[in-house]
C-alpha cells in the first residue's frame, strides 16, 4: 500500500487558492474556448478511437502550479484526501478527493459518509469553465457527433441518447482527484456510476504513466496504451464515453519540480453526474 501522501505533503499555511486557471480570463467564455482550440491545434492533437482525444502539453506549466497548489488545499478537507475502500473489502491504492459531489464505490452523494460525513468542498467555477475550454479543445470549438448529449437526471448510462452538443453546453458539477505514487495503479474500469454520457475531461500533473484506453465491451483488448505526461489533456466521449480505461503504471521521476509536486502523479477529472440536489 502506498505511503500516505508521497511527494503532495502539505507546507505550512493553506496556499491562496486561484481564482482562475483558464486562458480566457476577462474576456468571456467564447474567447476561452477560441484560444483553447488554438493551443490543441498546435499541439500533436491525436485521436485515439471515435469521440477519444489526446492532447500533449495543453496545461500551460503556470495552470499546472496552480493546479497544484488547489490540489493540496483540497487534500486537507472538508473531506480529506483518502484510499478509497472497495465493497469487497479492499483498498484502492491510489489516494482520491472529490469536490462538488462525493464519489463511492459506486454512487455519488453529498456528503462523505464513508470518510467523516461531511459535505465535499464545493466545485469552483474557475474549474467548470477549464472544463469547458478542454472540451472544446478535444473536439476543436465543434458540435462533434462524437460527443453525445447531457440526458435527464432520469435517465441512466444504459438509456443516454444522443442529441444536440456543444462545448459550451459541457457544465462539469464533480471532480475526482487522485493522486498516484510511485507504486500506485488504477485497473480497467467505466465511469458508470453518472447519469450523463456527456465527456470525461481528465489533466495530468507530475510524473508519466501509462494510460490503457480499451473499449466498451470488456477489460481485455483491444486497447491502446497512451503516454500521459505532465500538462496532458485527455477527454473521451460520444462512443467512447463508457470505454474501459486504466493506469497498469506510472513512471517514478519523470515529472518535473518545476510543477510544485515533488514526486507522483495527480490525475483531475471532471464529469457531469446528472444528479440533482
Not at 194 to 213: H, K, M, Q
Not at 255 to 264: F, K, Q, R
Request: net charge positive; proline share 8%.
Amino acid at each position: 500500500m502506498s505511503t500516505p501522501l508521497p511527494g503532495f505533503e502539505s507546507f505550512g499555511a493553506p496556499a491562496a487558492e486561484p481564482t482562475s486557471v483558464g486562458s480566457g480570463e476577462g474576456r468571456g467564455e467564447q474567447a476561452g474556448v477560441e484560444q483553447a482550440v488554438s493551443r490543441a491545434t498546435s499541439a500533436a492533437r491525436r485521436e485515439i478511437a471515435p469521440g477519444a482525444v489526446h492532447v500533449p502539453g495543453w496545461l500551460s506549466l503556470a495552470q499546472q502550479q496552480a493546479l497544484v497548489v488547489a490540489c493540496r488545499n483540497w487534500a486537507r478537507g472538508p473531506v480529506p484526501i483518502r484510499h478509497t475502500k472497495l465493497p469487497n473489502g479492499g483498498v484502492m491504492s491510489v489516494q482520491t478527493v472529490c469536490l462538488g459531489w462525493h464519489w463511492q464505490p459506486y454512487a455519488y452523494t453529498r456528503t462523505a459518509d464513508d470518510v467523516n460525513g461531511v459535505q465535499v468542498a464545493e466545485l469552483p467555477s474557475w474549474l467548470v469553465e477549464l472544463g469547458r475550454t478542454a472540451v472544446a479543445a478535444a473536439y476543436q470549438g465543434r458540435d462533434p457527433a462524437t460527443a453525445a448529449a447531457h440526458p435527464s437526471p432520469t435517465h441512466t448510462r444504459d438509456t443516454c441518447t444522443p442529441g444536440t452538443y456543444t462545448p459550451l453546453a459541457y457544465t462539469p458539477d464533480t471532480a475526482l482527484i487522485n493522486f498516484y505514487d510511485a507504486q500506485a495503479k488504477m485497473g480497467m474500469h467505466q465511469d458508470k456510476d453518472e447519469r450523463s454520457n456527456a465527456p470525461v475531461v481528465s489533466l495530468s500533473i507530475g510524473d508519466r504513466c501509462v494510460f490503457r484506453f480499451g473499449n466498451t465491451e470488456t477489460r481485455t483488448k483491444p486497447y491502446t496504451d497512451v503516454e500521459l505526461a505532465s500538462g496532458d489533456l485527455f477527454v473521451f466521449g460520444g462512443p467512447s464515453r463508457f470505454a474501459y480505461h486504466g493506469v497498469p503504471k506510472v513512471r517514478p521521476g519523470t515529472g518535473s519540480p518545476a510543477t510544485g509536486l515533488a514526486g507522483g502523479r495527480l490525475n483531475i477529472t471532471l464529469r457531469m453526474t446528472g444528479l440533482r440536489g
